[in-house]
């Protein structure tokens, strides 16, 4: 058993249990963040911030929702909204918060891709991140089907009827799914139960997971140089701050992310009291009626993009049915980011400035995740069948030819 002194204080006797000395130095004082960044590098902490968010405005939520077909659209529309003390304001904190949140994580996501933060040493950093990015989907998903209106009912038809496109085991994986033959108050309970607990508890575990992986290779900077961190680190540590490339994350780090983060809440709570209605589908003001079908179903903004890949092959080809190519198409658009560090097949770490010909390959890129995303809330016919088609095509041939591109711009610098 180890000895233990007399504590002249309550951290002293806390450091002798717990170590918290050194639990600070290795989280705050001792973790090296490299000094060239901007504010991009700010959104691990408004992702976390507004995470805190959802899960506070949501068990406030919570306490008055009724999971029950019956009872759950009165709840939600009149309970919380009406009756219940600043139940508007909780329930505008968490629709925003749940659209504002993919906001961070596509701006997150594409700031990596920029930067090439996903390779030599970080791919584990990337593949934790995109694990975080599909957590979040599912909530997302499950926590839209949560109001039971009309969009959330036909969303919940579309989504699971995906799942009947699996070989052999489809049709009874979409009734395992359901809990029924069709979307119903046990799908809704069921949801219920993966939104409020397992999938937050889930995202709680990958978050942990994805600050654990930045601690070795650590965290890329603006021009992507790699040098010795423990090196930069005793330079700062001896007085030399100024030519060391590297600060502390607390207090220098955490203080510019609480600047980002203090303007992201001004922003935040803008859209709460004045445009929270962009966080809410008026189609969804509708009770649930599995007799009426909505003339346009979509989901919501963050998912237009590949619901758009989905029904942009919305023709038979060689013999395959529409469904079942857009089906691939679908789950090759969710599933290529994952292992885009091995796409990528330039042997350095360069920002996207300085790699030409990946360069235009991003900004065709992010042109064409934007057009999919407008004609993904557009009913899919007659010209915007054919625009969506050309740019869910257009979006699969960037990543098949993502390693030829990457080559070029390595041999054009000698690196191959």
Same mark, same amino acid.
């Given at each position: 058993?180890?000895?233990?002194?007399?504590?002249?204080?309550?951290?002293?006797?806390?450091?002798?249990?717990?170590?918290?000395?050194?639990?600070?130095?290795?989280?705050?004082?001792?973790?090296?963040?490299?000094?060239?960044?901007?504010?991009?590098?700010?959104?691990?902490?408004?992702?976390?911030?507004?995470?805190?968010?959802?899960?506070?405005?949501?068990?406030?939520?919570?306490?008055?929702?009724?999971?029950? !077909?019956?009872?759950?659209?009165?709840?939600?529309?009149?309970?919380?909204?009406?009756?219940?003390?600043?139940?508007?304001?909780?329930?505008?904190?968490?629709?925003?918060?749940?659209?504002?949140?993919?906001?961070?994580?596509?701006?997150?996501?594409?700031?990596?891709?920029?930067?090439?933060?996903?390779?030599?040493?970080?791919?584990?950093?990337?593949?934790?991140?995109?694990?975080?990015?599909?957590?979040?989907?599912?909530?997302?998903?499950?926590?839209?089907?949560?109001?039971?209106?009309?969009?959330?009912?036909?969303?919940?038809?579309?989504?699971?009827?995906?799942?009947?496109?699996?070989?052999?085991?489809?049709?009874?994986?979409?009734?395992? !799914?359901?809990?029924?033959?069709?979307?119903?108050?046990?799908?809704?309970?069921?949801?219920?139960?993966?939104?409020?607990?397992?999938?937050?508890?889930?995202?709680?575990?990958?978050?942990?997971?994805?600050?654990?992986?930045?601690?070795?290779?650590?965290?890329?900077?603006?021009?992507?140089?790699?040098?010795?961190?423990?090196?930069?680190?005793?330079?700062?540590?001896?007085?030399?701050?100024?030519?060391?490339?590297?600060?502390?994350?607390?207090?220098?780090?955490?203080?510019?992310?609480?600047?980002?983060?203090?303007?992201?809440?001004?922003?935040?709570?803008?859209?709460?009291?004045?445009?929270?209605?962009?966080?809410?589908?008026?189609?969804?003001?509708?009770?649930?009626?599995?007799?009426?079908?909505?003339?346009?179903?979509?989901?919501?903004?963050?998912?237009?993009?590949?619901?758009?890949?989905?029904?942009?092959?919305?023709?038979?080809?060689?013999?395959?049915?529409?469904?079942?190519?857009?089906?691939?198409?679908?789950?090759?658009?969710?599933?290529?980011?994952?292992?885009?560090?091995?796409?990528?097949?330039?042997?350095?770490?360069?920002?996207?400035?300085?790699?030409?010909?990946?360069?235009?390959?991003?900004?065709?890129?992010?042109?064409?995740?934007?057009?999919?995303?407008?004609?993904?809330?557009?009913?899919?016919?007659?010209?915007?069948?054919?625009?969506?088609?050309?740019?869910?095509?257009?979006?699969?041939?960037?990543?098949?030819?993502?390693? !030829?591109?990457?080559?070029?711009?390595?041999?054009?610098?000698?690196?191959?």
């Amino acid at each position: 058993m180890a000895k233990f002194e007399k504590a002249n204080s309550v951290g002293e006797w806390l450091d002798q249990r717990l170590n918290t000395t050194t639990f600070n130095k290795v989280m705050m004082t001792e973790y090296w963040i490299p000094k060239d960044i901007n504010f991009l590098w700010a959104m691990g902490v408004l992702l976390a911030t507004t995470f805190g968010i959802l899960i506070i405005s949501g068990i406030f939520l919570m306490m008055y929702y009724k999971p029950d !077909i019956g009872l759950a659209f009165d709840s939600v529309n009149y309970t919380i909204m009406q009756e219940v003390a600043f139940g508007w304001l909780f329930r505008h904190m968490h629709g925003v918060a749940a659209s504002v949140v993919f906001l961070v994580i596509y701006i997150h996501m594409f700031t990596g891709i920029y930067y090439g933060s996903y390779k030599q040493g970080r791919e584990m950093i990337w593949i934790s991140g995109m694990l975080l990015f599909m957590t979040f989907s599912a909530a997302g998903f499950s926590g839209y089907m949560l109001p039971w209106g009309q969009m959330s009912y036909w969303a919940a038809m579309v989504i699971t009827n995906l799942f009947g496109g699996v070989p052999v085991i489809g049709d009874a994986l979409v009734i395992w !799914i359901r809990g029924d033959f069709n979307v119903a108050d046990a799908t809704l309970t069921r949801f219920f139960m993966l939104h409020v607990f397992l999938l937050p508890i889930t995202i709680m575990g990958i978050i942990a997971l994805h600050f654990y992986t930045l601690r070795i290779p650590h965290v890329n900077n603006q021009s992507s140089e790699e040098f010795d961190f423990d090196e930069e680190a005793e330079k700062y540590l001896a007085g030399n701050k100024k030519e060391s490339k590297v600060i502390p994350f607390w207090p220098v780090f955490i203080s510019k992310d609480l600047a980002v983060l203090g303007i992201f809440l001004i922003f935040y709570f803008y859209l709460v009291f004045f445009h929270y209605n962009f966080a809410m589908d008026p189609v969804n003001f509708d009770p649930a009626d599995n007799m009426v079908t909505p003339a346009h179903i979509y989901p919501e903004w963050y998912f237009l993009w590949s619901y758009e890949v989905l029904r942009g092959f919305f023709f038979d080809i060689a013999g395959f049915k529409a469904f079942d190519i857009g089906l691939i198409a679908f789950a090759f658009a969710n599933g290529i980011f994952l292992v885009l560090p091995w796409l990528d097949r330039d042997p350095a770490i360069l920002p996207a400035h300085k790699r030409p010909v990946f360069f235009i390959w991003f900004w065709i890129l992010m042109a064409d995740l934007i057009v999919l995303t407008v004609y993904g809330k557009l009913p899919p016919t007659g010209v915007n069948a054919w625009v969506g088609f050309f740019a869910a095509t257009l979006f699969i041939i960037l990543f098949l030819v993502l390693p !030829i591109v990457t080559k070029i711009d390595a041999k054009k610098r000698g690196a191959l």
